[in-house]
């Protein structure tokens, strides 16, 4: 139907004149049945877990004002509200890419063989707390820390055996760093040209976004000046010499988990990836188009089934206009917005641990019906440890069963049209732009940081979740809702303190072993052309096949460009 200005409304006039008198008649039935029975609570507040309200009935009327082919589309079009690809999950399953990392590289390459065999199809790693921080394992800073919360990495032979068997140019794999992702992404190149692979065929992700550690993780480094050039050295390094590799993750996962509104974590992320999109046409003179293809997302899964659903649905809209409206991308594929999921890893609980399957499974549904196009599916006992192999089993089988068994991709965004779904799709979307607006009055997003705004606004968000829950407002099963005394046993995965000795043992030998004025050079090219501004990214890959180490680089760059402190707002 075309409306008076010409434009394909959803709704003709007739409709929703006819369901505004169905709805009054509803409405009298409903103040009627309240008049008898008095516990009924029509009026009270209902909200989702992050606090926007939920009417109890959704109407032709709540999206009257929706253009179908502006709005909704179809899958493969812009907006891409329906998803990127023409024919969603039909084509290809999403890829299942199960997080991983522990202990030593063997013990790691151990579980991506066993994950491999039992049916992933992407590789993903998390690095322990020093690595993650640009440190060696025999850093006085690092003690305590070696493989406990993902694998040690300090220099190329430990990334030789963690990607040992890998065929590195068939299968793609994620790496979660952020301040040394220079450095480990160098390891990676170094693995794949060892392995007689060209780099125009090696494909993965780093996920190298340095905003969002400000904002929300705090596995800091150096500033964020410095910290958003790194970034754009590896998107233009990328662009130009490894085209398959997506050299930045930006990543809203951890920005929820730190307490964020599924808005906050919406509008956040998006603002950040504007910051690097403008960032690298200011700095390097890429064309957008030369580069936004290959940019990706991270989002997390919350519990709150339709909440997440639209967030990412909202996702894919705000960036597709972002970037044609904001940036004039002229090639499709800038607009899309790809992006990788994970189960929300804050909703898990210590209490009656087998209540995270049914958590996990949920948000993993909600991810599919969002239309991601990678998925990780948390384990039981990631709250209590990393995942066992019994834990892990169950996570993978949790995305297979989804898929292969529930029906849930045999249609394209089966839930388009749906009242309810377009119109919170419609309100997350215009809280978020009005976040992004306010970011933009500010200066840009690394402008916002520096002033505290994002870690202000999720620290009240996190602080009033909290309150909801001590409160009894917002329930966790198990926590403040049917809670039991009885404590349940469930397999434990304990990384043995040996692994910190005999990771230092080979550091040690490696250091006895390689060529200490190559080592000596490599350090002073890479430092010389950061002073210059030059892209650090070949000096990298130089410094890695010289065994320079992880912290030897990421000194350099603490050299160089001076060290981060978190301010600590309150």
């Known amino acids: 139907f075309t409306d008076k200005e010409g434009g394909n409304v959803y709704f003709a006039k007739e409709v929703l004149e006819s369901s505004s008198r169905m709805r009054q008649r509803w409405e009298d039935e409903v103040r009627k049945l309240v008049s008898k029975w008095p516990d009924q609570k029509p009026e009270a507040q209902w909200s989702t877990v992050s606090d926007l309200p939920i009417k109890r009935l959704y109407t032709p009327?709540?999206?009257?004002?929706?253009?179908?082919?502006?709005?909704?589309?179809?899958?493969?079009?812009?907006?891409?509200?329906?998803?990127?690809?023409?024919?969603?999950?039909?084509?290809?399953?999403?890829?299942?890419?199960?997080?991983?990392?522990?202990?030593?590289?063997?013990?790691?390459?151990?579980?991506?063989?066993l994950l491999l065999k039992e049916g992933q199809t992407g590789l993903s790693t998390a690095f322990d707390f020093p690595t993650l921080m640009g440190y060696d394992t025999d850093s006085p800073k690092a003690r305590g820390e070696c493989g406990k919360c993902g694998v040690a990495i300090?220099?190329?032979?430990?990334?030789?055996?963690?990607?040992?068997?890998?065929?590195?140019?068939?299968?793609?794999?994620?790496?979660?760093?952020?301040?040394p992702?220079?450095?480990?992404?160098?390891?990676?190149?170094?693995?794949?040209?060892?392995?007689?692979?060209?780099?125009?065929?090696i494909g993965g992700t780093i996920q190298n976004d340095m905003l969002k550690e400000f904002i929300a993780q705090k596995t800091l480094m150096c500033p964020p000046e410095p910290s958003v050039k790194l970034i754009s050295d590896t998107v233009e390094f990328g662009t130009l010499k490894v085209p398959k590799w997506n050299t930045i993750s930006i990543s809203g996962y951890h920005i929820r988990e730190?307490?964020?509104?599924?808005?906050?974590?919406?509008?956040?992320?998006?603002?950040?990836?504007?910051?690097y999109v403008e960032d690298v046409i200011r700095r390097k003179k890429l064309d957008v188009d030369?580069?936004?293809?290959?940019l990706s997302f991270f989002f997390n899964s919350h519990i709150d089934f339709f909440e997440e659903i639209c967030?990412?649905?909202?996702?894919?809209?705000?960036?597709?206009?972002?970037?044609?409206?904001?940036?004039?991308?002229?090639?499709?594929?800038?607009?899309?917005?790809?992006?990788?999921?994970?189960?929300?890893?804050?909703?898990?609980?210590?209490?009656?641990?087998?209540?995270?399957?049914?958590?996990?499974?949920?948000?993993?549904?909600?991810?599919?019906?969002?239309?991601?196009?990678?998925?990780?599916?948390?384990?039981?006992?990631?709250?209590?440890?990393?995942?066992?192999?019994?834990?892990?089993?169950?996570?993978?089988?949790?995305?297979?069963?989804?898929?292969?068994e529930t029906g849930a991709a045999n249609t394209i965004d089966p839930l388009a049209g749906s009242y309810f779904v377009e119109a919170l799709t419609n309100e997350m979307e215009k809280q978020a732009w009005e976040y992004i607006h306010k970011i933009d009055d500010m200066g840009g997003m690394v402008a916002a940081i520096e002033k505290g705004f994002?870690?202000?606004?999720?620290?009240?968000?996190?602080?009033?979740?909290?309150?909801?829950?001590?409160?009894?407002?917002?329930?966790?099963?198990?926590?403040?809702?049917?809670?039991?005394?009885?404590?349940?046993?469930?397999?434990?995965?304990?990384?043995?303190?040996?692994?910190?000795t005999e990771q230092i043992e080979r550091l040690n030998a490696v250091r006895r072993k390689r060529d200490?004025?190559?080592?000596?050079?490599?350090?002073?090219?890479?430092?010389?052309?950061?002073?210059?501004?030059?892209?650090?990214?070949?000096?990298c890959i130089e410094a890695v096949k010289a065994l320079c180490s992880v912290q030897e680089i990421c000194d350099v760059y603490r050299e160089v460009y001076g060290e981060y402190r978190d301010p600590g707002l309150y």
């Open 290 to 294: 030369a580069f936004a293809p290959r």
């Open 516 to 539: 200490s004025k190559a080592v000596k050079k490599c350090l002073d090219d890479l430092k010389q052309a950061c002073k210059k501004g030059e892209n650090v990214m070949p000096y």
């Open 61 to 113: 009327e709540d999206i009257k004002d929706m253009d179908f082919e502006r709005d909704i589309g179809y899958p493969g079009q812009y907006p891409y509200l329906r998803g990127n690809q023409v024919t969603g999950y039909r084509g290809k399953y999403w890829t299942f890419r199960m997080f991983s990392g522990m202990g030593d590289a063997a013990t790691t390459n151990a579980r991506w063989h």
């Open 258 to 275: 730190a307490g964020s509104t599924a808005v906050q974590e919406l509008a956040f992320t998006l603002r950040d990836g504007m910051e």
């Open 181 to 201: 992702a220079t450095a480990l992404w160098a390891m990676y190149c170094a693995a794949a040209e060892l392995q007689g692979i060209p780099l125009t065929k």
């Open 311 to 404: 967030k990412m649905r909202a996702a894919r809209r705000i960036w597709a206009k972002a970037m044609k409206e904001r940036y004039k991308a002229k090639d499709e594929r800038s607009w899309w917005m790809r992006f990788h999921t994970q189960t929300a890893g804050c909703s898990l609980t210590a209490q009656q641990p087998y209540n995270n399957v049914v958590r996990t499974a949920t948000e993993a549904l909600a991810a599919v019906l969002g239309g991601t196009q990678s998925l990780h599916t948390n384990s039981l006992d990631e709250v209590w440890c990393l995942p066992s192999d019994f834990a892990v089993q169950i996570a993978l089988r949790t995305q297979q069963l989804i898929a292969e």
């Open 454 to 500: 994002p870690q202000l606004e999720i620290s009240d968000a996190a602080y009033k979740f909290q309150r909801q829950i001590d409160a009894g407002e917002k329930i966790m099963v198990g926590v403040n809702k049917y809670v039991s005394q009885e404590k349940e046993s469930i397999p434990f995965l304990e990384i043995d303190d040996r692994i910190e």
């Open 154 to 179: 300090d220099t190329l032979e430990d990334f030789l055996v963690l990607t040992k068997g890998i065929p590195l140019d068939k299968i793609t794999t994620s790496m979660t760093i952020n301040p």
